[in-house]
């Protein structure tokens, strides 16, 4: 149990890696839209991968991998408009509104993302007596280059640089939590609930990198984003060959 809640702990620690190297760090538009795409491909395969193939072979026949896909791509839809009009309320005169709209997107997408994520972790040192190395690499990963988009969005935004790396670290204990969540509350679910759940973030991932990731990536980053992409996308993917 104490195993599910470290490795959920470590996933989640790469966000505030993230968030320190984007404030220490003096990263260019074009090299952010470069590490962006590189995070875009990670992902692409780490849904392709680890979450809807899984999902696939845990469902067993008893479906439910599109009712999570659509699930997740409508619930990431939802509350990205939500968030976008209570946050367009609170914007400063003094802020960026662009920059704090990817902001928003792109922390809900790590958000909506990370939970189903962390409860797959506890699954895997469920099932098996340790945590999955590929899943928690992509995992880990994915997240820096997020973390990095999302903090220099609110930097740019405005957002004060403490408060920022704060919550960074309350959504590291979160992810932990969840992971926690996952060996226990998972341990009596069904293939088919497992399979949803696998599912669903993979939908919100999906969603998230067609209207954050790969737009940002591309305006910043010009054409190489795409073979940027396409790095990322085969370095996941060699990681989640290994046995």
Known sequence: MGEALLWGLVAGSSLVLGGVVALRVSISRRALGLIMAFGAGVLISA????????????????GGVA???LAGSAVFFGAEVMIDRLG????????DPQAAEAGRSLTLGIILDGIPESLVLGL?????????????????????????GATTAFARAGRNPTRII??????????GVTSLAGYVVLDTASPRTVAIVLAFAGGAVLTMLA??????????????????????????????SLP
């Open 67 to 69: 009712l999570g896909l």
């Open 124 to 148: 895997t040192v469920l099932e098996t007596g340790s945590v999955s190395v590929a899943f928690l690499v992509a995992v880990f990963i994915a997240n820096i280059p997020e973390a990095i």
């Open 88 to 95: 367009s309320r609170r914007t400063r005169p003094s802020d």
């Open 47 to 62: 849904v392709a991968y680890e979450l809807v193939h899984e999902a696939l072979e845990t469902s067993a026949g008893e």
């Open 166 to 175: 704060r919550f960074w670290i309350l959504v590291a204990i979160g992810f």
């Open 211 to 240: 209207n954050t990731m790969m737009p940002e990536a591309l305006h910043y980053g010009g054409k190489l984003a795409g073979f940027v992409t396409t790095v990322g996308f085969a370095l996941a993917f060699a990681i989640s």
